[in-house]
């Protein structure tokens, strides 16, 4: 879509975050210019739900969850998280709700303080908030490490270089949700890590889902691995939405032509499909400095036509339960062109 | 081998000239880099053989730490000085094995080049980008500056960088991530090399990115009739794209095998399970994923029989005192070490065995799951 709209907001009780027409900008420099890092992006969070982000480098996916948690704040545009809206908090009340809403990063192992303990790496959040005695403490800690598969007695007091990255990965788990939050943001969770121990990651924070009764914004720019754990995908493209679906029915019917670009270049383990015979999308992400006018995918996408760079796409409903920003969007069953279909930039 | 010495009787490309055309391009005999340390020593790669043919493409495939990068900067000669090599490995007939850099250098750029994972790091950053491939050329061939430049230009060009002119005179951080490992495959390109190492050369990169460096690699591979060494964590980066796989785990190699046949016959308990661990497009969204449990051996005291016994559901008490040979029983050219391989009668009773008593001979707690057999404890 690579567009904007508001027509796959669900209306439902169990709601717990809706954000609603988010924009963040930076300041490029001293140019005067800015960067349109995200630009009018709308979804809704249900209970219990994990909501998959998708996009390449650039698409604003990370700002995105960084501006829920108002880190830094938007620039317009509503987070409603648990019926409060956060961009309307402040001070201690903002600090009181993030509480309930943590954040796992990409690099496992700079993310953690290398200069600290596991136990009060995991234990900073109770401390900060006095919850409990020292020993509700510790035990939290125990039982949080057990959970994801670290052992107390013997690694508590060890620090973050002596674990692998995976381990320093099961440890920001047992850090986020040590304070019994609602909401996870994990913003690339598993792209530094090995496949093997990505998939260990992976399910692990279904288990964690299931038995602390987690929601999560899983944010990732590999599609199979977004599929694997999402509910519901919204993929993105410089700072825009292109189309939001459950991920069996996006993976079976792509409607916009950049989530079929990001399925087809996705190695598969099979000899027999050749790569070479995949459509494959010219160029790279453009600058989002000067986004291109009207549809932002345009300038890399096959089936590109002039209405797409003098009006910008809408979101609206192709399928039930898919809604798309493209004024072409594919029919179920279609492909791109093989080879470097796309104009260049 | 004579010493050989920069700029005198002609470019080091002539000084291979003579290099008989027939027969493999590198042979790896046997190869153990060990490093010391304080701990110890590791034994990053502990006795690898394979050889390799011009212009085809084998690729490494295992876990960190499993000495697959070890091996690819031990042919080439780029290792640090705590270090003990043993074994042969001949280029073009001709042993490098213990070379010195002095040696080596006649090598690097003309004969063996390498493109490293992480392009940021990799080139200098205060150094225009038309500079650092000029350098190679420059130095390797005895060519013009005016020559060197050209060259860089078409070599920019043929790497798909657009306004290639303009790039030559830029600096690192102003290209894109994609752009610079664009950049850093024209560096090691430009003095023609026969064989071409690349280190997990799409890693840092956004999977449509990767898709294109990998189309890159495979048609420069193909164009110069170049060798190639492609180093990865991912069976689905090189399925498409090699002709023959070698699966390493904890510095040996455990199968290897024509691609086709290493996908169509799987036979080593590992390679399923890496295979097992990616996430798959067409399976249903929230599909558990069969992961390995536990982590690689440490280095420094590897377990006594097979290395992966401590993680593999078909573990039988002979796995844990014997350790399997690297043998081709069935078909030739596919060779792994196992004593229960998957697919045969020997490795489902193996399995049957161990799910019967839930547990493997080295303890793991296994069990099935429906179709799948998981392995450690599930919560």
New interface residues.
Partial sequence: MAGTGTAHLRDADDTLLRVEDLVVEFPAGRSGLRVHAVSNISFDVKEGETLGLVGESGCGKSTTGKAIMQLPRPNSGSVVFEGTDMTTLDGAELRRTRTRMKMIFQDPISSLNPRRKVEDIIAEGLNIWDTGTKAEQQAKVDEMMLAVGLDPALQRGRRPHQFSGGQCQRISIARAVVTDPKLIICDEPVSALDVSVQAQILNLLEDMKARYGLTLIFIAHDLAVVKNVSDRVVVMYLGKMCEVASPDLLYEQPAHPYTRVLLDAIPVPDPSVRPDDRPRVAGEIPSPVAPPSGCRFRTRCPKAQDVCANTEPEVSEVHPGQFVACHFPLAPGETLPVGNGARPI | MTPLRRRRGGSAADRFSDAPLDGSLLDVGDVKTHFKTERGLVRAVDGVTFSLERGKTIGIVG??GCGKSVLSRSIMGLLPSNVVRHGSIHFEGREIGKAYTDTMRDYWGTQMAMVFQDPMTSLNPVMRIGNQITESLRYHLDVTKEYAEETALSLLQSVGI?EAERRLRQYPFEL????RQRVMIAIALACGPKLLFADEPTTAL???????I??LL?QQQRERFMAMVLVT?????V???TDEIAVMYAGRIVEKAP??SL?AHTRHPYTE???K?????????????????G?PPDLVKPPPGCRFAARCPYAQPKCLTDEPPLEDPGEPGHAFRCFYPVGSDAGADALARNLAAGETASGLPVKKIGEIVTTGIT?
């Avoid at chain 2, 964590?233 to 980066?237: M, Q, R």
């Fill in positions: 876990e960190s657009p894109s991530g994609g752009m956004d999977v449509t990115v990767q898709a294109q990998l189309d495979q964590h991912d069976l689905g980066v399925a498409g794209r691609t086709r996908f399970a890496l295979l661990s990616i996430p798959k497009l067409n399976q249903r969204s929230h599909t558990r994923l069969e992961a390995i449990v982590r919560v």
